[in-house]
């Protein structure tokens, strides 16, 4: 039962062009939204977040868009750069589900090519 | 910056025997968490910790695992009896309040494999 889908395993992007990650969900309990990075022979690292009462959360070159009748939301990477190159998990959360765990999608391997 | 540490990195059993994973949390962190990601599969929760009780615990964590807190500092994950299927990478994670993943902060992992 995947309730956090990420349906492209690899994307790659040119440097200095946006990278654009999809995720979609199917529980409609889950309010809060979460993107982490994970580099090889690490742990994911938190990215940026976004709270199911706004549609749109901004920090510097990274940007998350929340779609809540569409059940979608996507992160934007611009300009993309090298060090971007990883994998990236969307999380989902269910703050009155009383639920402690978060719900990751399979991750997105994403290629930033020179 | 305060980090999560885990040790050992990487441990390699034979089936049956019993494994210990263990994680220092960051000190001031409340909630403390175990996940895990079979190679190739997405990260998946175990169990969360808080108040010296397991708070909440996913079909995975069967009664092969347990966790302690066995000081102020250490929070284990024990496999009683590993299985192949148990290979995979570990990650510890903390927070200092329930369910803020933008709190979440993950330890680097151990990678265990049983053969």
């Known amino acids: 039962d995947q309730q956090v889908k990420q349906n492209s395993p690899s994307l790659s992007v040119q440097e200095g062009r946006i990278s654009i990650l999809n995720c979609d969900y199917t529980?409609?309990?889950?309010?809060?939204f979460l993107w982490y990075k994970k580099y090889p022979a690490e742990g994911p690292t938190f990215l940026i977040s976004i709270s199911s009462i706004k549609d749109k959360n901004e920090d510097g070159r990274f940007t998350v868009f929340l779609n809540k009748s569409a059940k979608h939301l996507s992160l934007h990477i611009v300009p993309s750069q090298p060090g971007d190159s990883a994998v990236y998990f969307c999380a989902a959360f269910a703050s009155g589900g009383g639920a402690d765990g978060l719900t990751f999608g399979k991750g997105t391997h994403l290629i930033i090519q020179p | 910056e305060p980090e999560v540490t885990q040790t050992p990195s990487h441990q390699v059993t034979q089936m049956g025997q019993e494994v210990i994973l263990r994680c220092v949390p960051i000190?001031?962190?409340?909630?403390f968490y175990w996940y895990r990601q079979i190679l190739g599969q997405k990260v998946e929760f175990l169990v969360s910790f808080y108040n010296n009780e397991i708070s909440e615990k996913s079909e995975i964590f069967d009664d092969q695992f347990s966790v302690e807190r066995p000081d102020g500092s250490n929070f284990t994950l024990k496999i009683r009896s590993t299985k192949l299927e148990d290979s995979a990478m570990y990650f510890c994670a903390s927070s200092r309040d329930r369910g803020q993943g933008y709190g979440y902060t993950f330890g680097s992992g151990t990678r265990l494999t049983v053969v």
């Open positions: 000190s001031n962190h409340l909630y």
């Open positions: 529980n409609s309990m889950f309010d809060y």
